[in-house]
Each structure stands twice: as structure tokens, then as C-alpha cells.
């Protein structure tokens, strides 16, 4: 993928919020871990790609004006044979209007020590900025957040990692396993990196990203890019 040319295509054709499908290939390219995903437009594509990829699967219907798919039923969820893919499709259906009939099959990822949010913002004075913090369905409630102007470094990165109040849940909270840092460190450090390359990009909103004491995974992203006469 060329990323540079992605942008610029989207940006001319006025396509400027990628979903959720184009948001993680492109973080798969910059080295980000997404789960295994097709994007299928029948059921019998949908069935297909969902003994490709394995069980447990999840269905997610693609649009642009749905931001908060667990809001709106639009994402199914841990579904475990073709009986409950073909149910899934089938609802999904209900809610489609005649445009939206993607559907996006993808592996369910594995429970984790919790969910994070990592985010990017175009401050008008000071450039993009990043956001890291608890993520999941919460985040808007909790608002337990750091943020650093961009290009952070790997000190950065910590400060804003420890800067949070729920660091404690990422550190053996109660008996749960340490988190593994230096995973979340090398994420700020790829997305710092991509928005000083591509300053198309005005704002980005990786969440959840579910953290292990190995690893993470981001399970769900949308990243909207800068109008065109907006575009520096």
C-alpha cells in the first residue's frame, strides 16, 4: 500500500473518513496488529470468508455514518459456527440501507487486560497532537487522557502512559497481569510517526486497542482526513 497515494485519492474524491476496513489496513502497514478481516457483499461471501479466517468471527456493517457500531447494532459479536455467521448476516441486513451492504468478517480477538484508546487531534495552533488513555465504551464517561504534541519520543511516549490515572490497571492491578509497555510505546511512536509524514490526516481514533501482557491489537479505528481546501 502506498499510503501517500491512498490519502491524496481519497482527499480528491472527497472521501475523507475512512472506514473502519481502510482505517486498520492502513495501520496493518505501518506495523499495527488488526485482526484478520475480509470485506465481503453477500451472504455466501460472508460465510466463505468466515471459515477462511476461523471462529470465532465477528460481523461488522461498513458505512461511514455509523461511528459507534456497538451503539446501533451494527457489529455481532464471538460468533462461533455458520448458523450464527448466516443469523448475524441476516440481521445485519435489517439495519443496511440499499448503499451500505459491506460487510466487514473478522476474527474475534482474545480477551484482554483492558481497553485502550489511542487518538490523534489537528490542534489549529500546535500541529497534531496524540491521545492515549482507557478506551473502550467508557472513555467518553471516564475522560481519563494524556496527550503530547507530535513528533513525541520514546520518553514522551512513557509520560503519557504513566501520566494517566488508570495506570495502575496497566501495571498488576489486583492479581491482573502487567501490560506490556513497550508494546503501547512502539504504537504512540508509529502513529506520531505517520501524522508528521502525512499531515492529510486531521484526526485518527484507535478504540478499543486491547492490551496484553504480550502485545496488543487494535480491534476497531477510524481516521478522518483533512478537507481539500483545507490540505497543507
Known sequence: MNITQVLKNKIESNQTVLTEFESKELLREIGILVPDQKLTSSKDETLSAAEEIGFPIVLKLIAEDIV????????????K?????????????????????????QKMADEPITELIIGMTTDPQFGPALMFGIGGI??????????????????????????????????????????????????LMKISDLVVKHEE????????????????????????????????
Not at 459507534?68 to 460468533?79: I, P, Y
Not at 487522557?145 to 520518553?155: C, D, G, N
Not at 480491534?219 to 490540505?231: F, M, T
Open 68 to 79: 459507534h457500531k456497538s451503539d446501533t447494532g451494527a457489529v455481532k459479536l464471538n460468533l
Open 81 to 105: 459456527n455458520i448458523k450464527e455467521v448466516e443469523d448475524a448476516y441476516e440481521e445485519l441486513m435489517k439495519i443496511a440501507s440499499q448503499k451500505e451492504k459491506k460487510i466487514s468478517v
Open 138 to 187: 467508557l472513555v467518553e464517561l471516564l475522560e481519563d487522557v494524556s496527550f503530547r504534541i507530535a513528533p513525541i519520543t520514546e520518553y514522551d511516549a512513557n509520560e503519557m502512559i504513566h501520566d494517566i490515572k488508570g495506570f495502575p490497571i496497566l501495571d498488576g492491578f489486583r492479581g491482573k497481569p502487567k501490560a506490556d509497555l513497550v508494546a503501547i510505546v512502539n504504537t
Open 201 to 232: 490526516i486531521n484526526e485518527m481514533d484507535l478504540n478499543p486497542v486491547f492490551i496484553y501482557d504480550k502485545g496488543l491489537i487494535c480491534v476497531d479505528a477510524r481516521i478522518i482526513l483533512k478537507q481539500k481546501d483545507n490540505n497543507i
